[in-house]
């Protein structure tokens, strides 16, 4: 998988779900997630900590803005 990103010329994301690869981990690490995301790119398929991008909108690489709505998935 690629790594997170710094910010660059790709479209911000207007949405980005994530889907926990680990059922174990603590419920407080989606925070965590959130501040690391917030500024970086991402694609799906990448995994962060214990999650993986299952989608985002628009599709491909995008950056993850304040803005960005984030969600968690099981």
Do not use: C, W, Y
């Not at 500024?39 to 995008?62: M, N, R, S």
């Amino acid at each position: 998988m690629a790594p997170i990103l710094p910010p660059g010329p790709v479209p911000q994301a207007a949405r980005v779900v994530l889907r926990r690869v680990n059922r174990r981990a603590p419920a407080f690490i989606s925070n965590l997630v959130k501040s690391r995301l917030i500024g970086h790119q991402v694609e799906v398929g990448q995994k962060i900590v214990v999650f993986q991008v299952a989608f985002t909108v628009p599709a491909g690489l995008v950056e993850v803005t304040s803005a960005t709505v984030i969600e968690f998935i099981d």
